[in-house]
């Protein structure tokens, strides 16, 4: 799974692509099908790719692309992202087994599973992850 250039920018939903960068901060586009450019300053803007995020889990943090490859590999329908916290929940314990109960809420699994949603049926979700870059 190579989702390095995805990431999620705090306040705006939906995922981006990240395309390229500038003097006023990073350039994304929007991954739905309006595919809208914008510019993010990292000063007033927090930015995460996916890679980079994880979930609370009870002993070690759990990486959210072993999360997606989970789900992936589970070969369920996720259930709506409006559904009840219960089936939320339910699935959540599935694909996520291990993770904090008391510090992944709700919003916490429908965000995940609808960035899932967004990115399933991506070129990117099935490419290998390119090495770490190395530093010299």
């Known amino acids: 799974m190579n989702l390095r250039a995805l990431v999620s920018v705090t ?19 929007s991954l739905d099908e309006k595919k809208i450019k914008s510019t993010v ?7 995460a790719t996916l ?11 759990i990486r959210l ?3 997606f490859q989970a789900v992936k590999e589970a070969g369920k329908e996720t259930p709506d992202a409006k559904a ?15 993770h ?23 070129p990117l979700f099935e490419e290998e992850a390119p090495a770490p870059i190395q530093q010299a």
Do not use: C, H
Not at 41 to 47: H, P, V
Not at 51 to 61: M, P
């Open 11 to 29: 306040g705006k939903p939906g995922l981006f692509k990240l395309i390229g960068q500038n003097k006023g901060g990073f350039i994304l586009e």
């Open 41 to 47: 300053n990292l000063s007033t803007t927090k930015m």
């Open 51 to 61: 890679e980079d995020i994880t979930i609370y889990g009870e002993e070690d943090e």
């Open 65 to 67: 692309l072993d999360v």
């Open 84 to 98: 009840d916290g219960n089936t939320l929940r339910e699935f959540f314990r599935e694909v996520a087994p291990g």
């Open 100 to 122: 904090d109960e008391s510090r992944v809420y709700s919003s916490d699994i429908k965000k995940i599973i609808s960035w899932y949603n967004i990115i399933k049926d991506l």
